[in-house]
C-alpha cells in the first residue's frame, strides 16, 4: 500500500521558517517527480515546487522563489520543503504528490499557519 505522510507543518509568525517532510512507503521515490502543493481556504491547489527524479531539477512558483527549497533523500525515501521568510500569504494545507504517469499519489496534508 503506497502512503505519503506529510510532517513538518505549524503555526509559525511573519519571518520565521518551518521544514515540511514528506516520508514515504510503498514506493521509491527516487523513480517519481515529487512535488509540493498547497491549497488555502476557498482556493484552488496550485504546485508550489517541484523536484524531477533525472538531474534532480526544481521548478517553483513564482510567488515562494528565493524563500522556498525542494530536495529529495533518496536514500530516506523522503521529500522535504525547507520555508524561509514565511509571509501570512503563505497560510495553506501543504500537500506532498508522487507522479509518474499514469501513477499520482497523493498525501494528507499538513497545516502551515503564519500569522502574528
Known amino acids: 500500500q503506497v502512503q505519503l505522510v506529510e510532517s513538518g507543518g505549524g503555526l509559525v509568525q511573519p519571518g520565521e521558517s518551518l521544514r515540511l517532510s514528506c516520508a514515504a512507503s510503498?514506493?521509491?521515490?527516487?523513480?517519481?517527480?515529487m512535488s509540493w502543493y498547497r491549497q488555502a481556504p476557498g482556493k484552488e491547489r496550485d504546485m508550489v515546487a517541484r523536484?524531477?527524479?533525472?538531474?534532480?531539477?526544481?521548478n517553483y512558483a513564482d510567488s515562494v522563489k528565493g524563500r522556498f527549497t525542494i530536495s529529495r533523500d533518496n536514500a530516506k525515501n523522503t521529500v522535504t520543503l525547507q520555508m524561509n521568510s514565511l509571509k501570512p500569504e503563505d497560510t495553506a494545507v501543504y500537500y506532498c504528490?508522487?507522479?509518474?504517469?499514469?501513477?499520482?499519489?497523493w498525501g494528507q496534508g499538513t497545516q502551515v499557519t503564519v500569522s502574528s
Open positions: 504528490s508522487a507522479q509518474s504517469w499514469p501513477y499520482s499519489y
Open positions: 523536484i524531477i527524479t533525472t538531474g534532480g531539477g526544481t
Open positions: 510503498g514506493l521509491n521515490l527516487s523513480r517519481y517527480t
